[in-house]
Each structure stands twice: as structure tokens, then as C-alpha cells.
């Protein structure tokens, strides 16, 4: 019994050996059952692109959105097919991106001014003839803005001036991340002033980066916009005149306080320094 019992206990021990070897000798790790062999992460429709559609918020103008985008309003408007006086509603989708049947060959884009205007006449005159408003009660959405037969300036015959008083402390740069404007710092409070005659047609805080933010039109290609105000004086849809105090410096969306002043021509973010007279 006692060899019998040995025996049993040597082959106990025999494969007890032979089974750590086995494991050491691994050079992978063991198997693992798989749970889940396919993940299903898209549906079958394929995603819209980024920048491709905008869904309209509370808030929304077709100029706010134009401008966030560096897109001209006019050819916002007609992308969307949306006439004057261009209303816009909350959860609307407006295409960011011209379909292919709108899209004309051979077409070039306007290029702006390279040096300062020259010519500075009519300055007094109205960027658009005023409307009386229908019910007398406006509404939100509604850009109360141009036809094509209303009367607008000429390019040239904007005048313009400075926005405000202060350090420069930056300038317009033409890198894809630079600044689009340029910066003036002074203490808070400070009188932002219009840059040119325009009429109001944005005025908010909905836009990323921009704070209590003004846009204001001057002639069919050229738009104003001054940002991180800490109070706003006017309202959309009213005209103001070049040298009119608009609103008062701040730091809203800024980390520290300035007025942040951009140009667009057709959309098109362009240097304010080629505007401004010197200084």
C-alpha cells in the first residue's frame, strides 16, 4: 500500500511540474472570451459635416450667424433662400455651405481696399432709408434690414474713426488662428464709439469668444463689430452716427478689459488699421 501511495503522490507532483512549466513557457497571455465581437458606433445615415448646417438658437440673427461664420449675410440669405425683411425662427437649419446648383463657375471673389480709402465724402449720410415698423412691436428674429432697392453708401464714401480711446496692444493678424481685429485697452468704462454712420444689427452675448458684442452695417460690403463691452447703449435696428457712444468698455469673455474691433468685407475679416486714419 505504502509504494502504491508513493507512486500516486509521485505522479501527483510529476504533473504539478509539468503544468507550471507550461504556464513559464507562455509567450502570449491566455485567451479571453470575447463578449461583444462587433461595437455598432454609426447608424446608416452618414453625419452631417461641421459647419455644414447651423441650428438657430433664441437670440439669433442671419447677421450674428454670418458673421460667427466669416460669411457674407447676402450670401447667407440666398443659400437659404431667405428674402427680406429675412426672417429666421428658433430651430431653423440654415445650410452654412452653397449646394452644387448654386454654386457659379468662373465666379471671383471682391477683394478689399489694400490701402486706406481716400475718398471721404456724404459722411453724413444714411447706410439705408429708414422703415416705419409694422404693429409697432419688434420682433426678435426679424432682421428688419435691406432690399435691393434701398439706398446705401458707397464704400468710399464711408468715413471713418476710431472706436475708442486707449493702447493698442494688438493687431490684425492673417494666420488661420491670428487676430481677425485689433485690440484697445483702457480702464472699464470707457466710451466705445461707432466707427462710422451704420445702423445697428446685432447687438448680444451669444457669440463664443465675443462677449456683450455691437455689429453694426455702414454699406452693402462692410460691417463693424466691437466686443467684451461691459454695458451696451443701443439697439437693434437703430442708426447711429459716426462718433455716437455705442457702449462702455469691459472684459466680458475677455481676461482683461479692452474693446476687441473687427472689419468684414463681404464676410471677410480685413485689417482696421488700413481704415483708421492715424493717429
Known amino acids: 500500500m505504502d509504494i502504491v501511495r508513493h507512486y500516486f503522490q509521485f505522479l501527483l507532483t510529476l ?11 507562455r509567450s502570449t497571455p491566455a485567451p479571453v472570451a470575447n463578449v461583444s465581437s462587433t461595437i455598432e458606433l454609426f447608424d446608416n445615415k452618414a453625419p452631417i459635416q461641421p459647419d455644414e448646417y447651423y441650428k438657430v438658437i433664441e437670440g439669433d440673427t442671419l447677421f ?29 437649419k440654415i445650410s452654412l455651405k452653397p449646394a452644387p446648383s448654386q454654386l457659379v463657375k468662373g465666379r471671383q471673389q471682391d477683394s478689399p481696399p489694400k490701402t486706406r480709402p481716400t475718398i471721404k465724402i456724404k459722411a453724413n449720410q444714411p447706410v439705408d432709408r429708414p422703415k416705419k415698423q409694422a404693429y409697432g412691436k419688434y420682433t426678435r428674429t426679424v432682421n428688419d434690414d435691406i432690399s435691393n432697392n434701398s439706398q446705401t453708401q458707397n464704400d468710399t464714401e464711408i468715413n471713418w474713426s476710431w472706436p475708442a480711446k486707449g493702447e493698442l496692444i494688438g493687431e490684425f493678424s492673417n494666420a488661420e488662428q491670428g487676430n481677425k481685429g485689433i485690440d484697445i ?40 463689430a466691437y466686443a467684451h463691452n461691459s ?15 455705442i457702449a462702455q468698455m469691459g472684459k ?15 464676410g471677410k475679416s480685413v485689417d482696421p488699421l488700413h481704415f483708421l486714419p492715424h493717429q
Open 64 to 92: 450674428s450667424i454670418a458673421w460667427f461664420y466669416g460669411i457674407d449675410y447676402q450670401d447667407l440669405a440666398r443659400i437659404n433662400n431667405i428674402q427680406a425683411p429675412f426672417y429666421i425662427r428658433t430651430g431653423q
Open 185 to 224: 485697452a483702457n480702464t472699464a468704462g470707457t466710451s466705445i464709439f461707432a466707427s462710422a454712420d451704420g445702423k445697428v444689427v446685432y447687438t448680444g452675448n451669444a457669440l463664443r469668444g465675443y462677449g456683450n458684442l455691437v455689429i453694426i452695417k455702414h454699406s452693402e460690403s462692410y460691417l463693424t
Open 15 to 25: 504533473m504539478s511540474i509539468v503544468a507550471v512549466a507550461s504556464c513559464a513557457g
Open 252 to 266: 466680458s469673455d475677455s481676461d482683461r478689459v479692452k474693446l476687441h474691433f473687427e472689419v468684414r468685407f463681404k
Open 231 to 245: 454695458k451696451i447703449l443701443v439697439k437693434e435696428q437703430q442708426w447711429i452716427k459716426a462718433g455716437q457712444e
